[in-house]
Every structure is written in C-alpha cells, then in structure tokens.
C-alpha cells in the first residue's frame, strides 16, 4: 500500500481537522486570536506526533511554533503559517463547508490545508518508520507572513541558514497545481510631491501642481515595467489635492516593485532615489524599499525539483509542472540564505484572498503523499 491509499483512508479525519481550524479566525494583526489558533495547532500536534514542539512569544503578533521530528544532523525545513488576510468574524460569516469535491471557507487554500497536509505527511513517516537516522525535519509555523512576517523574518531565517533544503507550503500556480522554482522579489515605495497651491481660476499661474507632476511620474514609473528583464511596476494608489478649484500643492502614490533578480533588487532603491521633477518648483521624495528578495532558480533548487517529479511519479503517477511566479512568501527569504527552496507544495484550489476561495478536497491526501514522498526521498 503506498502512501497516497493511506491517506485516502484518513481523509475524513484530515477534513474534521480542517474544519476545526478554518472555523478559527487568525487575523494577522490580532494576537490573541491567531494566538488562540496557535494554540490549537499546538495541542495537535504534541498530540498526534512524537515530536519536540517549541513555541516562539512573540509580543505584537501571534505567536509562532517549531515542531522537530528526528534527531540527525541534516535539517530539512518546512514552512507554512497559520495566519490569514481575513478579518475577526469572517469564519462566522463563511464558516467551513464542502459543496461535491470543493471545501470553502476564509484561508482553506491560503493556507489552513497546508498545515494539516505538514501535519498528516510527518505523522505518515513517523508511523511507517520512514525517517532516516541522519534527518530532522523542522515545521516552522508563522503568524504574520500575510503582511510580510516583520517580527518573524529573522526567525525563519536563522533556520534556514542551518537548513539542507527547505520545501515551502505555500498553494502551487493554478490550474494545474505546478511547484514553484522561483518567485519575484518586492518592494514598496511612497512616491510624495511637494508643489505649490494656488487658485485654479484667480491665479493658476501662480501654483505649480503636484497633481501633475505626479502623474508625469507614473507615467516614467510604468514605463519601466520590463517583461523581458522581469520587471514590474504598479502604482496601485494615489491621493492629492484638496478640490478641484484649488492647484494641488501636494501628492502622493504608493509603488510596488516586482523583479526576478538579485541585481535589479539592489538596483531599484537607487533608480527610484534618482527620479528628478518634470516642473520646476516641484520637490520629490521616496520612502519605503525592497523587502523581499527573489527566489532565483539554482541548480539546488532544480534538483529538489526533480526528487518532487520522481515522487510525484511513483506515488501519484503525476508529472508536476515547474513554474514562476510574481507572488512573494517566506521561500523568498529563505532562498536568499543559499538555502534550497522548493515553493508551491501545499493543496490545490483557487481563489486565494477572496470570498470564493476553496480546495480540491481530493488534493488534501494527494499532497499530503506527494510531500511524503519528497521527504522520504530526499
């Protein structure tokens, strides 16, 4: 029997599990709610693993765990988090439920089913005797990786440096549920311009818009955006001015900045600390930065890759596909430690950061075994 059949035979307690977690709200920027999820997905695990679960306070967000199985000197690393985009109450609102092969409900696919699938592919391992003497394999559950894991960056790092490889939970690329190889790195900026107001009908003349001269840099902005070189810039939002019979002494936009490699990350503060005005009078200033940094694809990385297809081949008799993406996660960070990072592993579905989100529930022990697999390999 292979490890996909028994799977198969715990999915409906995999599920109950699900539905427990998906019907707790973990908002990321409430402690004490996600702490009240870390506290359950605790509790889980000491129960269901023979494994040293460590938890991490943690003062402003929630707090994180470390689960360890095994002893043996070559780390492999597993990262998911137990936080979601959604709001208090959501899980009231949208409460967990499954319609024919689909399960909804707020963070199901992003990405309450990865834990349960980390959960469910350690416990199989450590049931079969499958755990090699040289391995350890480190869970890191994260609470704050939803708006960019500023308190817990530092953590997930440190063990990534210590780390052989590092496989992410992170949902695959749709629709055919690739593994991700390399994602872009990011950045955000505040783009402000200082004019000088004026009446827009007694003496125009006598202003100088920012309003403008904001919008002769959007247009500079976008025309850097580069597919060929990777390259993207959005301005997602702008605000200025206080009427329309008023010149606009001041405005701003918020910038972000997408890039595939680590030489345009360096690069872009720089280039966007170098913008000059279009009208004379006008003042420019940037703040924020790159944060996170581009998960290139390395010839580690690659092979990671390969031990997935061969474990998605025998277990699943599957052929996943390899892909890139311009979302950002805890792999970027890791990746950037020289660590080998495999992205994309958690459970199929869609519609991540909407009301419509969902799994394949069939997915749920598919990728589980899948994850298995890659660890029983590797």
């Known amino acids: 029997m292979n490890f996909l059949s028994r799977l198969e035979r715990r999915l409906p307690e995999m599920m109950a599990l699900l539905e427990q977690s998906v019907n707790m709200d973990s908002p990321s920027a409430d402690k004490a709610l996600t702490d009240r999820v870390i506290d359950w997905y605790e509790e889980r695990f000491r129960e269901q693993l023979q494994a040293k679960v460590e938890r991490v306070p943690n003062d402003l967000y929630g707090?994180?765990?470390a689960v360890r199985m095994g002893a043996g000197p070559r780390q492999i690393l597993l990262v998911a988090h137990a936080d979601t985009v959604w709001p208090?109450?959501?899980?009231?609102?949208?409460p967990f439920r499954v319609d024919g092969k689909r399960a909804y409900g707020p963070g199901v696919y992003d990405m309450k089913a990865s834990l349960i699938?980390?959960?469910?592919?350690?416990?199989?391992?450590?049931?079969?005797?499958r755990l090699c003497d040289s391995l350890s394999i480190v869970l890191l559950i994260n609470s704050d990786e939803e708006i960019?894991?500023?308190?817990?960056?530092?953590w997930i790092e440190a063990y990534a440096r210590e780390s052989e490889a590092a496989l992410v939970l992170e949902?695959?690329?749709?629709?055919?549920?690739?593994?991700?190889?390399?994602?872009?790195?990011?950045g955000r900026f505040l783009l402000s311009v200082q004019g000088q107001?004026?009446?827009?009908?007694?003496?125009?003349?006598?202003?100088?818009?920012?309003?403008?001269?904001?919008?002769?840099?959007?247009?500079?902005?976008?025309?850097?955006?580069?597919?060929?070189?990777?390259?993207?810039?959005?301005?997602?939002?702008?605000?200025g001015g206080i009427g329309a019979n008023v010149i606009a002494d001041y405005a701003e936009a918020e910038i972000?900045?997408?890039?595939?490699?680590?030489?345009?990350?360096?690069?872009?503060?720089?280039?966007?600390?170098?913008l000059v005005p279009s009208l004379p009078g006008t003042r420019l200033r940037i703040d924020g930065g790159m944060n996170r940094p581009p998960m290139e694809r390395t010839e580690s990385s690659a092979r990671l890759y390969e031990i997935a297809r061969s474990a998605a081949r025998e277990e699943l008799s599957l052929e996943p596909e390899e892909?890139?993406?311009?979302?950002?996660?805890?792999?970027?960070?890791?990746?950037?430690?020289?660590?080998?990072?495999?992205?994309?592993?958690?459970?199929?579905?869609?519609?991540?950061?909407s009301p419509s989100e969902f799994i394949w529930v069939p997915e749920l022990a598919r990728r589980t075994a899948l994850l298995a697999g890659i660890l029983d390999r590797i």
């Open 63 to 65: 707090d994180r765990l």
């Open 88 to 94: 208090p109450g959501e899980a009231r609102r949208r």
């Open 323 to 353: 892909a890139s993406t311009g979302g950002v996660s805890d792999g970027n960070f890791i990746a950037a430690c020289g660590t080998p990072t495999l992205d994309g592993l958690g459970v199929g579905g869609g519609g991540a950061h």
């Open 171 to 186: 949902p695959p690329l749709e629709p055919h549920g690739a593994l991700k190889t390399a994602r872009k790195g990011s």
């Open 117 to 129: 699938q980390a959960l469910y592919a350690m416990k199989l391992l450590q049931a079969e005797g």
């Open 256 to 274: 972000d900045v997408r890039v595939d490699t680590m030489d345009d990350f360096r690069r872009f503060p720089g280039r966007l600390n170098g």
């Open 197 to 239: 107001a004026a009446h827009a009908g007694v003496n125009p003349e006598a202003g100088i818009s920012a309003v403008e001269e904001l919008a002769r840099q959007i247009i500079r902005l976008h025309s850097w955006s580069d597919a060929d070189s990777g390259i993207q810039i959005n301005v997602g939002k702008i605000a």
């Open 148 to 154: 960019g894991s500023p308190t817990s960056r530092a």
